[in-house]
């Protein structure tokens, strides 16, 4: 384990331990969880990563969800009910709050729904709304395999 690692272990740690300690206490492992992650808060516990959240979101997320791990260790070390508790390999960073004052130019953190195109792929958006309509999902079939009951081919 690297120090970055650590550190950043320690801020998650120090920021939502609340929502690390639903996680420990949650019964099932191989489920997948999501720790929910106040941006102001993490802003207030460390102002450089919060920047680099928001210069380079898919590099700073993927070291959270990799970090996540050594923060439930570290709340998980320090709970009086540890025994009950598991590490839980698939928990995931969930980011909210992200204030529109770290837009680092017009709209690019909040953009209007129809002006979501290329030019985000890969950059930090926050996207506020209410959900009118939602439908089953569908399946996109890109290739059919045929079998023969008789001679099993394909």
Excluded: W
Excluded at 1 to 22: R, T, Y
Excluded at 68 to 79: G, M, S
């Amino acid at each position: 384990m690297d120090s970055d690692e650590k550190v950043l272990g320690a801020v998650l740690a120090s920021c939502c331990s609340q929502a690390i300690e639903g996680v420990l206490l949650a019964a099932e492992l191989d489920e997948h969880y999501g720790v929910t992650v106040d941006f102001i808060r993490l802003l207030d516990a460390n102002a450089a990563l919060a920047h680099s959240i928001v210069q380079s979101p898919q590099q700073m997320l993927d070291a959270l969800e990799t970090s996540l791990l050594t923060a439930q260790e570290l709340v998980l070390q320090k709970h009086p009910q540890k025994l009950s508790m598991a590490v839980k390999p698939n928990a995931h960073i969930r980011l909210h709050s992200i204030p529109y004052s770290m837009d680092p130019e017009q709209h690019l953190l909040n953009p209007n729904i129809c002006n979501i195109g290329s030019g985000h792929l890969g950059k930090l958006i926050t996207i506020r709304g209410t959900v009118v309509k939602a439908g089953p999902v569908k399946m996109f079939e890109a290739q059919k395999v045929f079998f023969c009951n008789k001679c099993k081919h394909k």
